[in-house]
């Protein structure tokens, strides 16, 4: 063996920039389950049955090539716990230091990579629209980073909805139509689901010994784990539910998790599918007329746009992002996120549905679980935590940004211009939530009074100097001057009963 050739959990692509570097003949593949990646957060045990399934299909899809692979399972007596000390020890077997890789999405594993005692030539990831140079040179020189300004440059730089120079239809963005609440539809066709075959049953098996205690539930387990049935899921998605993906982007139902998503995150975010063909195969449908302009555009906005966008401010960013916290948030996270019972119907149908599907749409991931967790002033490194853990398409570089960027306005500002809460109507007005909740999003005074319309006013007034200023704002300052000093105490009063049940470990 010449050089061994090191493939992670998330790099499952044959065109990988370490595999097209490497030799068939003389290189030896590595790959490792090993305790630390699936420890590092208590991951949901779909993501790491998701991973470890995914890893050794892959494995065996790579032999079948004719490639030499080293595989070591996490239940491999000789196991080392760590990515680094599973490569040393293939090093050693096969008396060769010089490694070649793809670089990690995460800056704990790069920085690992880079302190190993081995010759390690990490290549670019160049599984993206954008690399992380041409994100810098974006970026250089700008006062604000705004996402909808480096779509633009994707949408040139791939052609994708592109006549000429100009956004096909006339317009980049068709968000102005995408904001539809949603009804019950007994028709919706559900997402693609696959049955487990051997090799994921040993998994599963595997799972539920080591990790069971973690939140989540395992079973039933319906993910695709090879490329060619994540093909199947994008196939299905683009014929049945693409055509509503704008106009229910924003709507949450009780009785329907998916709606017109696509839950192809997982499969993206572990290198099953690549960003660029999967918007091909959007705009194809666009193209025949079977699907309208704004689900199209809003769908590729997604993925070329912010995806690409969040990996290139995660990475230009550096190591310390994950600990950043503008508006100072100590509070603990409350136990609700982990199942604990709560009268807040929003959120308990949030948390359930992460139990059983270690997935959420991006509504309720940015205006339930997060912005209560932001008007509740929650310490955002906790709340990092548990959306790193939770869902199966959580890997750093994607899931820091969003969460403690976007959602927690941690990074202060950097990525959303304004703080993104909102109190019970938006909630009430994209949802069938609150008609059975305990709350009423109407009453404005405890006991009823929805909790997001007093934490809300509590959060505002809370950060008053710093967001009285944001000319978004504004408005929501004057009404609150203008509420008569009753109205403003019992909201007030309300608020701080709220969080001090959460304080004391108390349902609310
Ligand atoms: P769809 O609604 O079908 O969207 C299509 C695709 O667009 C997705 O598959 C995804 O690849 C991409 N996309 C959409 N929004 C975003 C976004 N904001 N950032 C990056 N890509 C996006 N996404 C992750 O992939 N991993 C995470 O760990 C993650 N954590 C999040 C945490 C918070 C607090 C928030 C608010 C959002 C997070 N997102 C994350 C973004 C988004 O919620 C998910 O990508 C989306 O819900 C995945 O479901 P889907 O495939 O059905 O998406
Ligand atoms: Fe959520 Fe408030 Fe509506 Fe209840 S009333 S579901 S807590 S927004």
């Given amino acids: ?303 070329i746009g912010w995806r690409e966008y969040v990996r290139g401010i995660y990475f230009r960013e550096g190591p310390d992002y994950t600990a950043r916290n503008a508006l100072g948030h100590d509070r603990d996270l409350p136990a609700l996120y982990w199942g604990a019972e709560t009268g807040m119907n929003c959120l308990s149908h949030a948390v359930a549905q992460t139990r059983d599907e270690a997935y959420a749409h991006h509504i309720q991931r940015l205006m339930v679980t997060g912005n209560f967790a932001l008007l509740a002033g929650v310490d955002p490194a906790q709340v990092h935590e548990w959306y790193l853990a939770v869902y199966a398409d959580a890997f750093e570089w994607v899931e820091a940004p969003n969460t403690l960027g976007m959602s927690q306005f941690a990074d202060g500002g950097i990525i959303a211009s304004k703080p993104y809460v909102s109190s019970g109507n938006y909630i009430a007005k994209m949802s069938d939530y609150c008609g059975s909740c305990a709350y009423s999003v109407k009453d404005k005074t405890r006991p009823k009074a929805c909790p997001f319309n007093l934490l809300y006013w509590d959060f505002l007034i809370r950060h008053r100097d710093r967001f009285k200023g944001n000319p978004r704002m504004g408005q929501m300052y004057h009404t609150w001057d203008r509420m008569d000093e009753d109205r403003k105490q019992a909201v007030l009063d309300g608020a701080a009963e709220v969080l001090s049940r959460l304080d004391a470990g108390e349902a609310v």
Avoid at 61 to 88: C, F, H, K, N
Avoid at 172 to 186: C, E, I, L, Q, T
Avoid at 289 to 300: L, M
Wanted: net charge negative; aromatic share 8%; glycine share 6%.
């Fill in 1 to 303: 063996v010449k050089r061994l050739v090191l493939v992670l959990g998330d790099q499952l692509s044959k065109p990988l920039s370490a595999l097209r570097a490497a030799d068939k003949d003389t290189d030896l593949i590595v790959m490792a389950e090993v305790a630390d990646e699936a420890g590092y957060a208590p991951h949901h045990p779909k993501k790491i049955a998701l991973v470890l399934s995914a890893m050794r299909h892959f494995a065996a899809e790579l032999e079948q090539d004719g490639w030499q692979v080293a595989y070591t399972r996490l239940d491999d007596p000789e196991a080392s716990t760590s990515i680094v000390g599973a490569v040393m020890r293939r090093a050693q077997e096969h008396c060769t230091t010089t490694v070649i890789a793809t670089a990690p999405g995460e800056w704990r594993l790069h920085r690992a990579l880079e302190a190993a005692p081995l010759s390690m030539t990490l290549l670019p990831d160049d599984r993206f629209v954008c690399s992380l140079d041409a994100f810098n040179a974006w970026a250089e020189g700008r006062k604000e980073l705004r996402m909808e300004y480096f779509y633009r440059e994707m949408r040139r730089k791939t052609g994708l909805m592109m006549e000429g120079d100009k956004p096909a239809g006339g317009k980049w963005n068709y968000d102005h139509d995408n904001r539809k609440p949603a009804s019950g539809d007994m028709l919706r066709p559900a997402p693609m689901q696959f049955t487990p075959d051997e090799i994921t049953e040993e998994v599963l098996n595997l799972v539920e010994t080591r990790f069971g205690d973690n939140f989540g539930a395992l079973r039933p387990f319906h993910f695709a784990v090879t490329r060619a049935q994540a093909l199947r899921a994008l196939d299905h998605f683009a014929t049945t539910l693409l055509a509503g993906f704008g106009d229910y982007q924003d709507a949450m139902l009780q009785d329907d998790k998916f709606l017109h998503h696509s839950l192809l995150s997982p499969y993206l975010n572990i290198g099953l599918l690549n960003p660029v063909e999967i918007c091909q195969r959007v705009v194809e449908e666009w193209k025949a007329g079977r699907v309208p302009i704004n689900a199209a555009e809003g769908f590729i906005r997604q993925v």
